[in-house]
Structure formats: C-alpha cells, structure tokens
C-alpha cells in the first residue's frame, strides 16, 4: 500500500494500550501505517463504511468522502468503547487508485485530524465499482480495546 503521508508509526508497550506494532528487525520503518499489529482485548469490527452523512447524503468529491467515513468510523467506534487509538487494522477499497495516490497530502492531513497518529495495519484495494454506485471509498476497521 503507498503509505499516508505521516510521521512513522511509534512502537507502544503492551501495558499501556494492548496493541503492539510488530516491526521486524532490518525492515525499513513504514510511513502512515504499519507492517502488523498485535493485540489483546475486547474485539470491535466495523462493516465496510462509506461516507454518507446521517441523512444519507453522500459528498461527490473523494476527499470529502474519506472525511465522512472516517467520522463515520470514529463514530462506530466510540459506540462500541472504542477510540482511533484501538484501531489494528483498516481495509481502504477505492474505485480509482489515481484519485486516491494524487490526494495523499489532503488524505494524510484528514487522516491525523480524526484518527490521530495512530497508524495500524493498512491495505488498499481498488475494485471496480462498490455496491452505493456514487461511493469513491469504502473501509473496513478492526479495533481491539484493552481488557
């Protein structure tokens, strides 16, 4: 995945979140998220969320739409007991990859506004079309609060 624009992730003690960014020795530290996470606590999944608003209205720009599903994502998360700072893993399905590499400084910027910077484990996917036809994104999330 090309990474986010953001400083690397920061490696966090067991004792202090239950997640533990896995970075094997030698590896280059990625940017914007991170090679793998391991945790242990209470699990909280998201479905694949888009960026309607809570009538329903979705923006057109992509940008804008990462905005709202993240707030989106935020918002599931805090219904759950969570926070940006459980989450372990993000699954990002975009319809153009184009789009989405020519806005990784907006995206980069929005990103540490809601989530923080905290930096899971990532994947980006393009796909041809998601089942809303006008949805440009769409992500899954995986958090894991501490018992």
């Known amino acids: 995945m090309t990474p986010l ?19 094997p020795s ?43 599903t993240l707030r989106n ?21 975009v319809v153009d990859m184009d789009e989405y590499l020519s806005s990784l400084r907006a995206l980069g910027q929005i990103y540490r506004e809601i989530i923080g910077a905290h930096y899971p484990a990532m994947a980006l996917v393009q796909v041809v079309r998601l089942v809303e036809k006008e949805a440009r994104v769409e992500i ?3 958090a894991v609060v501490p018992r």
Request: aromatic share 6%; hydrophobic share 40%.
């Open 73 to 93: 994502i935020a918002a599931i998360l805090a219904e759950g007991g969570a926070g940006p700072e459980h989450l372990v893993r993000l699954t990002w399905y």
């Open 5 to 23: 624009k953001g400083p690397a992730p920061a490696v966090r003690s067991e004792d202090e979140t239950a997640v533990r960014i896995l970075q």
């Open 140 to 142: 899954e999330a995986t």
């Open 26 to 68: 030698g590896w280059p530290m990625p940017k914007g998220y991170a090679n793998g996470v391991s945790a242990d606590g209470r699990l909280v999944v998201t479905g694949g969320v888009i960026g309607w608003d809570v009538h329903g209205h979705l923006p057109s720009d992509f940008v804008a739409q990462v905005r709202q």
